[in-house]
Nanobody
Framework: QVQLVESGGGLVQPGGSLRLSCAAS????????MGWYRQAPGKQRELVAV???????NYGDDVEGRFTISKDNAKNTVYLQMDSLKPEDTAVYYC???????????WGQGTQVTISA
């Protein structure tokens, strides 16, 4: 049974940092691409960052250079380090696991990130 549990969200001032975690169970990082997505109120869910099974990372244009995706295979956890946060980064952040060579995917329940002074 696959389960993705996000944590680490919260309220941060502009310019601050947060690190999100996604604890994955029932998922092998050798078989699943892992990613972070976000959805702001009234907007569609959008890509933040993805990390392939071969550790290739891709980022959304809005976060390139500020966010870093990484994983710890021993802990089966994926991280999103977010620096230089802006108010427009405010959203619910979701973890996603997509099985390679398929469109089959699992989502976490999301964690709220709010950037405000």
């Amino acid at each position: 049974q696959v389960q993705l549990v996000e944590s680490g969200g919260g309220l941060v001032q502009p310019g601050g940092s947060l690190r999100l975690s996604c604890a994955a169970s029932g998922v092998s990082f050798s078989l699943y691409h892992m990613g972070w997505y976000r959805q702001a109120p009234g907007k569609q869910r959008e890509l933040v960052a993805v990390l392939s099974t071969t550790d290739l990372a891709n980022y959304g244009d809005d976060v390139e250079g500020r966010f870093t995706i990484s994983k710890d295979n021993a802990k089966n956890t994926v991280y999103l380090q977010m620096d230089s946060l802006k108010p427009e980064d405010t959203a619910v952040y979701y973890c996603k696991a997509r099985r390679i060579y398929t469109d089959y995917a699992y989502w976490g329940q999301g964690t709220q990130v709010t950037i405000s002074a």
